[in-house]
C-alpha cells in the first residue's frame, strides 16, 4: 500500500508539474499576444490619423496669414514672397502633426519584429507620400509659380509648364485632381496597414477560447 501511495503522489505531482507549465506557457502566450494586438491596435489608429493629417495638411483653403512664418532669404524678390509663402502652407501644417508622425513611425521596428518584416512596407509608403507633397510644394513655390505668366514660353514649352504644373498641385492641394492621385495613394496605404493589422486582432478571439481554459486553472492554482 505504501508504494501505491508513493507512486499515487508522484503521479500527482507531475500531473501538477505538469498543469502548472501548461499554465505559465498559456500565460506566456496571452501576455505576449496582449502586447501585440495592443501595438497593432497603436497602428492602426496612427494610420487612421495619419489620414486625417494629410487630408488637413492638403486643404485647399487658408488663412491669408498662413505660410507668412517662412524665413525669407536675403536675395528674395517681392513679387517671390505670397507664392513661397503659399507653397510654405504644407511645411507649417506639417509641424502641427509632426508629432503623430513621429510616433507613427517609431512604431515601424517594432511592427517588423513583432508581427512582420514586410509590415514595413506602408511606414514606407506614408513616408513617399509626405516627401512628394514636400517636393511638389517646392517646385510649385520655386519654379512652376514664379514663371507662370512672367516667363515667355514658347507654346509646346508653355503646354509642358502648365502639365508639369496642374500634376505638382495635384499633389499639393487635395481636390485639385477630381481621381486625386495622393488620396488614392493614402486609401492604398490604409489598406495595406489593414491587411497586416486584421489577421492579429482576429487571432485575439481563437487565441482567448484556446488559452483561456488552461489560464484560468493555472491562476487558481497560484
Known amino acids: 500500500m505504501t508504494d501505491i501511495a508513493h507512486i499515487l503522489q508522484s503521479v500527482s505531482i507531475i500531473l501538477t508539474c505538469f498543469t502548472i507549465i501548461l499554465g505559465v506557457a498559456a500565460w506566456r502566450r496571452e501576455f505576449i499576444g496582449k502586447r501585440k494586438i495592443e501595438l497593432t491596435e497603436d497602428v492602426l489608429t496612427r494610420f487612421y490619423e495619419a489620414r486625417d493629417a494629410i487630408a488637413r495638411i492638403r486643404n485647399p483653403f487658408s488663412a491669408t496669414t498662413e505660410g507668412t512664418e517662412r524665413k525669407r532669404s536675403s536675395d528674395e524678390m517681392a513679387e517671390e514672397t505670397p507664392m513661397l509663402d503659399r507653397a510654405y502652407v504644407v511645411f507649417v501644417r506639417y509641424e502641427k502633426e509632426q508629432e503623430l508622425f513621429n510616433r507613427l513611425h517609431a512604431l515601424r521596428y517594432q511592427v517588423m519584429a513583432r508581427i512582420a518584416v514586410s509590415a514595413a512596407q506602408p511606414f514606407d509608403d506614408l513616408r513617399r507620400v509626405l516627401n512628394d507633397i514636400f517636393a511638389s510644394a517646392h517646385m510649385l513655390g520655386r519654379h512652376y509659380w514664379p514663371r507662370q505668366g512672367r516667363v515667355q514660353m514658347a507654346e509646346q514649352e508653355f503646354q509642358k509648364h502648365l502639365k508639369e504644373m496642374h500634376t505638382h498641385e495635384a499633389v499639393f492641394w487635395a481636390g485639385f485632381d477630381p481621381e486625386d492621385p495622393t488620396k488614392a495613394r493614402v486609401e492604398k496605404i490604409i489598406t495595406d496597414i ?17 488559452t483561456e481554459p488552461v489560464s484560468r486553472l493555472f491562476r487558481t492554482r497560484k
Open 194 to 210: 489593414e491587411a497586416v493589422c486584421r489577421p492579429v486582432l482576429q487571432e485575439r478571439a481563437v487565441g482567448s477560447f484556446l
